[in-house]
């Protein structure tokens, strides 16, 4: 991740802005510079408090969010040397999220705004994922981004900050949340990604044979929860016929769960670069994965792999900043104010489901809050 901790406000390239996140269970926050460069990053997981309950329990967030969140900007602006007033614009992530974390970065962010006279720039958390290798990388748009987390997978076309084309989605569960359940299922612990991505490296993966959702269908969408319950029962098989579930049993169900979930993807991604193909032609372009999932090594090996066979340049943040992080909101929000592209709206409101392609139907969920996926 590039970082460094200069000494005077003088010497940051403008415009500076301050990104807040606060949509889940990290309490973030950054400074970035337009040279690319983040002056001071500070993330605060809730992990310990949230492993006992196996997941996200929405209130302990939006708690833990009020009793930090302000201690960390104090030592973020202490670390890089700056006041409210040297920033260009603050920005915090406005949605999609938890409706209670959301408000407590955004009140705070609005605060600060209105304090230091600075403009607010509402940021989309699924952008803030989507921009962010345009900090770490040089990254020219359009490119195709695989966007993978834990509650959202999805393919898209990205041609500027705010303007993109929806190629594929999930019909129903995240990549991530079918990894985070795997493992709650197998007894593996939370965070669910990490404990099965461990397990897998000492199992087989061809021992066990589950299916393959959406796999050869003629379009670019995703379906995980078959393969969910396709888990359930290939360890209930293995309880009924051995007892107990072994600690082999749970490796090889997880190495078949992994290949299986990057066989998917790779896939769904084949059709999509054709897509990508026939609208901006055979130039040179990237393929990017982003979001908590493309933390996975063995993920990316097989990603970056299909973006060589395909004539791609394959990118993916470093994995500090896959997870959710206060200086992807930074980055995004800078892009949206140096190109214009932002309300400085202290009325707007958080946002739980907030689409990054507006004219995309809705495939999961039509409430007036909007479509889940």
Known sequence: MPATNMSTETDYMRPLVLGIETSCDETAAA??????????HKVLSQIDEHAEFGGVVPEIAARQHISHL?????????????????????????GPGLVGGLMVGVMTAKAI??????????????????????????VSFPYLLLLVSGGHCQILMVEGPGSYTRLGTTIDDAAGEAFDKTAKLLGLGYPGGPAVEAAAREGNPKRFRLPKPMVGKP??????????TAVRRLAEDCVEREGLLLKTDRADIC??????????????LKRAIG???????????????????????????????????NGLTFVAPPLSLCTDNGA?????????FRSDEFDDDMDVSVRP???????AKPMVGKGKKGAKA
């Open 70 to 94: 302000d201690h960390l900007l104090k030592d973020l602006m202490d670390e890089a040397g700056l006041k409210f007033r040297d920033l260009d614009a603050v920005a915090a992530t406005t």
């Open 219 to 228: 379009h670019c969408n995703f379906s995980f929860s078959g393969l969910k």
């Open 31 to 40: 400074i970035v510079s337009a040279d690319r460069k983040v002056i001071a």
């Open 113 to 138: 705004a209105k304090a230091a006279d600075k403009p607010f720039v509402a940021v989309n958390h699924l952008e803030g994922h989507a921009l962010t290798v345009r900090l770490t990388d040089e």
């Open 353 to 359: 489901r907030w689409p990054l392609d507006g004219d």
């Open 328 to 336: 992807m909101i930074a980055w995004a929000g800078l892009e949206r």
């Open 275 to 309: 897509l990508f193909r026939e609208q901006v032609g055979t130039g040179n372009h990237a393929l990017v994965v982003a979001g908590g999932v493309a933390a996975n090594a063995y993920l990316r090996g097989k990603l970056e792999t299909l973006a060589s066979a």
């Open 255 to 268: 190495a078949a769960f992994q290949m299986t979930i990057a066989d998917c993807l790779e896939d769904r």
